[in-house]
């Protein structure tokens, strides 16, 4: 089966860009590292998703975020940066260019960022020439023009052939009405002309109830982004053997139909505290725990060859801290070939599960797609428990049956009484309960009330939150 990308959008049952009527016009922002497509990205979708540092290449991978820009509704995606040397040289900015370049094919108006500080680079050419190549709308846009007097600094720029460059700043907001008003004209100008089927006003806006999140977690070098890419059938993300290699958090949206569409999210590998001293490298990981936050489904993915860490442990912990539905993933699974190795992974894994006992397991390789194709079925399981909303009658014969069948305890010389539960909310599914002295009832049995829930609602994959209030006194 062949995907339609657009860019970060999958739709999985489509084999042709055409057959969306509704699809989203593309922006791409393209240009050698640190010109500013980043602090670009942000302004234009006013999020601050994209990193943002003075570190060239900060930026490896496509990143992208729906954006309104004067009242029409668009994607713009960020790339990594395209290095001349990197085209055909080193691996991993080879690999950079090349996913920002792929990403570039889709575009319907690609912005060209030069430098108008450091003038026109030998890099800037060869973007050029190279981005000329495929054929579509092209903006070239100076950066870092942050007054009038910068403006006498373009003149260098027209040698690339552009009749026309704008010099804006990103950073401080200057001629970006300019540029918005350029955008848009483009845009429709590009429908008029019959190359693209929609009009810009109107495309699908999924409604964030609809839409599962998805997190890809782990330490570096497990092999998130070569699953991220088996799921996606694209290789959008960088993908290399140096860890590390995912900084920023990558979402990529999967349309499926008669489903809720994923909303997939790659994150930077999570080290131990006390090996993220970089600058760059601690951002990584705040965004990863956001990304963790904001997810509906946490896919914990380790190393079959390596085993369980304790970094994986407090990975795994992490999802029970924010009470996140959780799949465990044991990927490269095709070198594990002898039963007692594959024994003891299991029985790893079992003792590091102990407190998620609602998580799923699947043993993969992304490598070779081994069990990849039921990992969506999964999620939706996961998530269809993840999201159960119960009756207030039922959770109260269940309670009543719970404390039938194991009398709260005698806590600090209180006798504990619980009087009746309601729902107060999903995802996770939040039971309050009312009881004589909240604040003293053992851990040990608020978990065998989570378990009897669980059990009885019949909802085995997902964490359930308990709130404690005292009734009031009469």
């Not at 260098?156 to 907001?173: F, K, R, T």
């Amino acid at each position: 089966m062949s995907q339609e990308t657009q860019s970060h959008t999958y739709n999985l049952d489509e084999d042709s860009r055409d057959r969306n009527p509704g699809r989203r016009p593309l922006l791409v922002l393209i240009g050698r590292p640190n010109v500013g497509k980043s602090t670009l990205f942000n302004r234009l979708t006013r999020t601050r998703d994209a990193l943002v540092d003075p570190t060239p290449g900060l930026t490896r991978d496509v990143k992208t975020r729906k954006a309104k820009i004067l009242g029409k509704e668009i994607l713009v995606a960020d790339t990594g940066g395209i290095e001349a040397e990197g085209l055909d040289g080193e691996v991993l900015s080879r690999l950079v260019s090349e996913a920002s370049l792929k990403v570039a094919r889709e575009a319907d108006l690609i912005i060209v960022m030069f430098d108008v500080r450091q003038g026109l680079t030998a890099q800037d050419r060869e973007i050029v020439e190279h981005v000329r190549t495929l054929g579509k709308d092209i903006l070239f846009v100076g950066n870092k023009a942050d007054s009038p007097k910068d403006d006498t600094l373009m003149g260098e720029l027209y040698e690339v052939g552009a009749d026309y460059i704008l010099p804006i700043s990103a950073e401080h907001g200057r001629n970006i009405d300019e540029l918005k008003e350029e955008i848009v004209k483009r845009l429709s100008r590009g429908v008029e002309d019959g190359q693209r089927g929609p009009d810009v006003d109107h495309f699908r806006s999924l409604d964030e109830g609809e839409v599962i999140k998805v997190a890809i977690i782990g330490r570096p070098n497990v092999g998130k982004s070569s699953l991220f890419n088996a799921l996606i059938g694209e290789e959008r993300v960088v993908v290399s053997d140096v860890p590390g290699t995912t900084r920023d958090v990558i979402d990529t949206l999967i349309e499926r139909p008669s489903r809720r569409p994923i909303l997939l999210a790659d994150t930077a590998g999570i080290r131990r505290k006390s090996k993220t001293k970089m600058r760059i490298e601690k951002f990584s990981v705040l965004k990863a725990i956001e990304a963790i936050k904001r997810s509906h489904v946490c896919i914990v993915v380790l190393d079959a060859k390596e085993g369980v860490t304790d970094q994986d442990k407090k990975l795994i912990g992490y999802t029970e801290e924010y009470y996140k539905a959780c799949i465990t993933i044991y990927n490269k699974w095709d070198l594990i070939t002898d039963e007692s190795l594959a024994k003891l992974r299991t029985e790893e894994l079992k003792m590091a599960k102990r407190f998620v006992p609602y998580s799923p397991h699947l043993n993969c390789s992304a490598k070779t797609r081994r069990k990849v194709n039921a990992i969506f079925p999964l999620v939706d399981t996961v998530f269809e428990d993840y999201s159960i909303e119960v009756s207030t009658g039922r959770l109260n014969r269940i309670l009543q049956q719970a404390l039938l069948r194991r009398t709260p305890p005698i806590s600090k010389g209180h006798h504990l009484k619980m009087y009746y539960t309601t729902q107060i909310g999903t995802r996770p599914p939040t039971f309050l309960i009312f009881a004589n002295y909240p604040d003293k009832i053992p851990a040990q049995y608020k978990r065998y009330l989570i378990n009897h829930f669980r059990n009885n609602l019949e909802v085995p994959y997902t964490p359930i939150k308990l709130v404690f209030r005292e009734r009031e006194r009469r």
